[in-house]
Structures are given as C-alpha cells and as structure tokens.
C-alpha cells in the first residue's frame, strides 16, 4: 500500500503545505490521510490528495475560513463545481466588502494623524555626558533588533531617548524589540528623543571605547557622539518612532533563570522546525519550542515531543500545551548574545505573548521576541 501512497514529509514536499500543517489540517478534519499505520502512527497520503492539497494551499492564502475550506475539499472529489463555485463566490464576495471596509477605516485613521503629532520623537538641543561603558553597552544590547524592512524605514534606525537622567536605546523590526538603559552622569533639565539611522549608529560605536566619557548631544535634527579627540555626527531620521513604552506594558509571566551557555547550545544545537513560507508573516525561519515548567526548568521540545501527556503519532504530532511557545530560534540565539550575561531571566506569559529577556542584575535592559504560531 505504500508504494502508492506519499509518506508526510513527501506530501510536504509536493504539496507545498509544511509537515505541521497538515498534522493541523488532519486534527481539524480538513484534509485527512488515506491511511494512518496503526503500528508506528505514521501517517499516509492517497495519490489523489496531492491536488487537495494544492487546492488547499491556494484556499489557504486566499484567506477562506476552515469550515469554508473543509466543504470545498469535500466536494472537490466528486467534481460538484456547482457548489465549489459557490463557496469561491461568496468568499470572493466576503474579501472584496472587507477590502472596502478596510480603505474606509485606513482613510479615517489618516485625517487621523493628519491632526495629531506623536510625541515620542522631537528634535531639540540637548546635552548629556555618560562613561563610554555605558554607552557602548546599551547599543550592542540593542543593534540586533534593528529592522530592514524599506517599507518601515524608521525601524531601520535606534531611538534614542534622553529624559530623567537616562539615556533609553530602543530598537525594533515589529518581531523583536530591544530596549537598554544607560545611565547619564551629567546632564541638563533637556529631554530629546531621535532616530539614528543604523549605519550612523554603527560610526557612533566604532569611535566610542570604554575607558572615557562620551559627550552625547541633539542639535535639531542631528546628532553628535564625541569621546576624546574621536568625534561622529550626522543627521537623525525624520520620522516618528513607536512609544516604546506601551510596547512593554506586558503582565508579568513564568520566570524562568537559564545558564546562557548551556541553554544557547541547547537552542543551537536541539530540536528545530522550520517554518512554512506561507504561514504566519511569509518569512521562512527555524523555529525553537521552548516549555517552561513549575520548578523554572526551560527545555527545548521538538515539534512533536510529548512534554506532558500530549497524543502524537510517529511522524511527530503533539499538541502544544499551555506552557510552551515557539520563537524565531536566531532571533533567540541574537537575544541571548545581546543580552551579555552568564545567566539570563526568560519571562513567559501566554503562547501567543511576546518571550522577555532580561538581565538579573539590570532589568532595565531587555529584549522582547514575539511567539511564532505552529498552526497551518
């Protein structure tokens, strides 16, 4: 029998849905193997499935809901185009009045911000003196993070936000978000926060070395790094920034203190999936399940280990339980290097919340991950 049939990873690879996706697709009734070993678990795909699952893979990015879906492939055997052409229509339909929906809300939210300044990033003069450590610091702690995205060309610089005796430095691409504290040994009553474009971030650390102070100073819209003789300046970006703030007003979590070492090789070297193109954002990535128990311990899971009772086949299938959530693994890996530390706090809330990652003894400076979903 199986010789005509494709085993999971072979339908995964001709149908273009990812090996998690159609465990997902078989749990939810959608699409579900001609035939499950009932010796190994190891589930098997009948020849006429691959087009289902072609089928599926388009309905998938069109956006139709499951229910919608599971009655498409139920016709699709029998050929009752009646009824398939119906359900495409009225999903058809459905799209097109969201689209509308959508442009009415997009044109009200702009003569929004047509009236309104975000506050959170201003030009003006301002002047601060740090130790060269300290500033150092705080933009390695954050440079990971930077975005690339030319659509979102303010995320492709640091925020730097001088207020309260502090010098905040904030990153962000929207997956991740660093934020560091380094504290100001002189300073005025001035408060300033700029964008500074990344490879002008990148002259400031060059010049800086940590035995000497750095004079930190905003003049309109550029900015100036000097320490010693050794002087950068340069235009800031002229764009909002994110508050940043209500970005990290998360409710505490499960805490969790790791052995850097120890849980980097873990995540480098353990159980990895890889992400279906088509899922989540379009980006394809390694993705590491992490699940923190009671006593504080964080393993690394595979795809389908059982960490507590779960149900799964041979070829992988687990639920996840409520403990677990899964991230980006080099954006985990940057983190804990960016994080600078021998021992590290994770703080976990729900799976679908963003990962902290904080230092013990500075929790000021951290980084937060954003989950990665595992459903098709």
Not at 167 to 193: F, I, N, P
Not at 296 to 321: L, N, P, S
Request: a negative charge.
């Amino acid at each position: 029998m199986e010789n005509d049939m494709r085993s999971i990873g072979e339908m995964a690879r001709d149908s273009g849905l990812g090996v998690s996706a159609l465990r997902f697709y078989d749990r939810a009734g959608v699409l579900v193997p001609a035939w499950v070993d009932p010796v190994s678990g190891y589930r098997w795909y009948g020849p006429e499935q691959l087009e289902e699952a072609r089928v599926l893979v388009r309905l998938r990015r069109a956006g139709m809901p499951l229910a919608d879906i599971r009655l498409v492939l139920a016709a699709w055997p029998g050929a009752d185009t009646d009824l398939v052409g119906k359900l495409l229509t009225a999903h058809l339909r459905r799209l097109e009045a969201g689209l509308s929906e959508a442009r009415g809300e997009f044109s009200a939210l702009r003569d929004l911000l047509a009236h309104r300044e975000n506050p959170m990033t201003s030009f003006r003069s301002a002047t601060a003196l740090l130790p060269g450590s300290e500033l150092i610091a705080a933009i390695d702690a954050v440079r990971y993070a930077v975005g690339t995205d030319p659509e979102l060309p303010v995320l492709g610089g640091v925020l730097f936000d001088l207020e309260d005796g502090a010098l905040h430095v904030v990153a962000t691409d929207r997956y991740r978000l660093a934020v560091a504290r380094a504290a100001v040994s002189e300073h005025g009553s001035e408060v300033a926060q700029v964008v500074v474009p990344a490879p002008l971030v990148d002259g400031m650390r060059a010049v800086l070395s940590g035995g000497e102070p750095v004079r930190f100073s905003v003049d309109g819209g550029r900015v100036t790094v000097e320490a010693g003789d050794r002087r950068m300046t340069g235009d800031c970006l002229d764009h909002d920034f994110p508050d940043y703030r209500r970005l990290v007003q998360l409710p505490a979590g499960r805490r969790a203190l790791v052995d850097v070492p120890a849980f980097d090789d873990a995540v480098r070297n353990g159980p990895v999936r890889t992400q279906d193109p088509s899922e989540g954002d379009g980006a394809a990535c390694d993705v590491s399940v992490l699940e923190v128990t009671d006593d504080g311990t964080v393993t690394v899971r595979g795809d389908g280990e059982d960490g507590g009772g779960a149900d799964r086949g041979a070829d992988g299938d687990a639920g996840d339980g409520p403990r677990r959530v899964a991230v980006n693994r080099r954006f985990l890996l940057d983190a804990l290097a960016a994080g600078a530390r021998d021992r590290l706090i994770l703080e976990f809330g729900a799976p679908t919340a963003p990962i902290t990652i904080r230092r013990p003894d500075d929790e000021a400076t951290f980084s937060l991950l954003m989950p990665v979903s595992l459903e098709g």
